[in-house]
């Protein structure tokens, strides 16, 4: 194959509009160049939902320990294996949903579907990922380690079989963010808050269902996750209020705790409540409103709106917590 063949091909897969073609008229890459395999293992390992992983610094920044050097670089080390863990998940869950992947009019230009980085090259990606990742938690606290592997177990789990059944699928994604608030905790030897522990687990259950529910508008929904076969928009409309009420409340409740204020000596963190309440309200726009987006949780990402609610909320609460006042 030449290299402008392979050009060619890489721009089917790389490049192209979700809306051209049908999936049956993609075609695979069958000889890519080294170039094109950098890039699709960079895209395998999905950077942009690292941003997940910020819950890692959460019980920093609410323990006030952000002007706490040692404490920082040991969360810097924490976020950095959850981020190594995270790309080895997602290599492994695109290896294991190939076939699938390739019947979807967007997901069949992920890279290994599309054939930009070979399957064997996949598991090399994974392998590495997880030697370094697990390497590097060696060098935290044993119980940073022990929820590591755990993180880690369970979405493997999660790939291979929770996946397929509703609800449990939802609840792994939420226990992952859990898992990494518990991480940050003990990576930095951080005292967890319950509060912490339910905004996270009512917010993740939120954003889950919140996915599910795009899933289930899409035309081959059930071919592409077994799980939505048992899910209907009614029962996600009841969950997705349900969890996106009780994250609010879980949020403001903490604000209001005695203990907190007495904390962070200020009796004004309640204010910033708004900022959960907007991002539940903008996120099930981006739900209802993108329908042939990959995921909202992607698109979430890319919201103007919403990404700028978060950086007002994140600038607000440390100006809170820390005191600062503007020169």
């Keep these: 194959m030449t290299d402008e063949t392979q050009r060619s091909d890489a721009s089917v897969a790389l490049s192209a509009d979700?809306?051209?073609?049908?999936?049956?008229?993609?075609?695979?890459?069958?000889?890519?160049?080294?170039?094109?395999?950098?890039r699709g293992m960079a895209r395998s390992v999905r950077p942009h939902q690292w941003v997940k992983n910020l819950f890692v610094l959460a019980p920093?920044?609410?323990?006030?320990?952000?002007?706490?050097?040692?404490?920082?670089?040991?969360?810097?080390?924490?976020?950095?294996?959850?981020?190594?863990?995270?790309?080895?998940?997602?290599?492994?869950?695109?290896?294991?949903?190939?076939?699938?992947?390739?019947?979807?009019?967007?997901?069949?230009?992920?890279?290994?579907?599309?054939?930009?980085?070979?399957?064997?090259?996949?598991?090399?990606?994974?392998?590495?990922?997880?030697?370094?990742?697990?390497?590097?938690?060696?060098?935290?606290?044993?119980?940073?380690?022990?929820?590591?592997?755990?993180?880690?177990?369970?979405?493997?789990?999660?790939?291979?079989?929770?996946?397929?059944?509703a609800y449990i699928d939802v609840g792994c994604i939420a226990s992952g963010f859990v898992f990494r608030v518990l991480a940050g905790g003990f990576g930095t030897r951080t005292e967890v808050s319950f509060y912490m522990i339910a905004c996270t687990a009512f917010l993740a259950l939120f954003l889950g269902f919140g996915k599910r529910r795009h899933e289930l508008s899409g035309a081959q929904a059930v071919k592409q996750r077994a799980a939505l076969a048992a899910y209907t928009p009614r029962a996600l409309f009841w969950a997705l209020a349900i969890t996106g009420v009780a994250s609010v409340a879980a949020y403001l409740a903490y604000t209001l705790d005695p203990n907190t204020r007495k904390l962070f000596r200020s009796e004004w963190l309640w204010v910033t409540a708004v900022h959960p309440l907007f991002g539940?309200?903008?996120?099930?726009?981006?739900?209802?409103?993108?329908?042939?987006?990959?995921?909202?949780?992607?698109?979430?990402?890319r919201d103007t709106p919403f990404v700028l609610n978060v950086v007002v909320w994140i600038v607000e609460v440390i100006m809170i917590i820390y005191r600062l006042r503007p020169t």
């Design 60 to 165: 920093v920044v609410f323990a006030k320990h952000l002007t706490h050097p040692s404490v920082i670089i040991s969360a810097i080390g924490a976020f950095g294996v959850f981020c190594l863990l995270a790309g080895a998940i997602y290599t492994l869950n695109d290896l294991l949903d190939v076939e699938a992947d390739r019947v979807h009019p967007v997901k069949r230009h992920r890279p290994i579907a599309s054939g930009a980085v070979p399957e064997p090259l996949a598991k090399v990606l994974i392998a590495v990922l997880l030697a370094v990742a697990f390497g590097g938690a060696l060098l935290g606290p044993r119980m940073f380690l022990v929820v590591a592997l755990a993180y880690f177990v369970l979405n493997t789990a999660y790939s291979l079989k929770l996946k397929k059944f």
């Design 18 to 38: 979700p809306g051209d073609a049908a999936p049956s008229s993609q075609r695979l890459i069958t000889n890519p160049t080294w170039w094109v395999m950098v």
């Design 280 to 301: 539940v309200l903008r996120f099930l726009h981006i739900v209802e409103s993108r329908p042939n987006a990959e995921s909202p949780t992607q698109e979430m990402l």
